[in-house]
């Protein structure tokens, strides 16, 4: 019997940010970007998608491309997070 692969989205995580009324999360917000959730969670900079993700490199790109909402954001792994080695999260530079 073959392992149950992880999902390659933390669907649990976004619920909880909807519940919570945070925006983009909002039935509203989803609806408006046709069904798709965002990829960071605001509160914590982890990304809801894994590294392994089919659309993860958007996020990246839009990063490296110089957005100034991560001029002061830097792009790190955290494998504490809920994908293990296949978290990235955003954090402060310093």
């Known amino acids: 019997m073959r392992a149950k692969r992880k999902p390659d989205y933390n ?3 976004a619920l909880e940010l909807r519940e919570m009324g945070i925006e983009g999360f909002t039935e509203e917000d989803v609806a408006a970007a046709g069904g ?3 990829t ?3 509160i914590t900079g982890m990304f809801l998608k894994s590294a392994k993700h089919p659309t993860v490199i958007r996020e990246l790109l839009q990063g490296y491309l ?3 909402v991560f ?3 830097m ?3 955290n494998p504490e997070g809920y994908f293990g080695e ?3 999260q ?3 530079k310093k």
Do not use: N
């Open 36 to 38: 798709h959730f965002p």
């Open 71 to 73: 001029k002061d954001l």
């Open 75 to 77: 792009l790190v792994k």
């Open 90 to 92: 955003y954090v402060p």
């Open 11 to 13: 669907m649990e995580r």
């Open 40 to 42: 960071v969670d605001p």
């Open 66 to 68: 110089g957005a100034d």
């Open 86 to 88: 296949d978290q990235f």
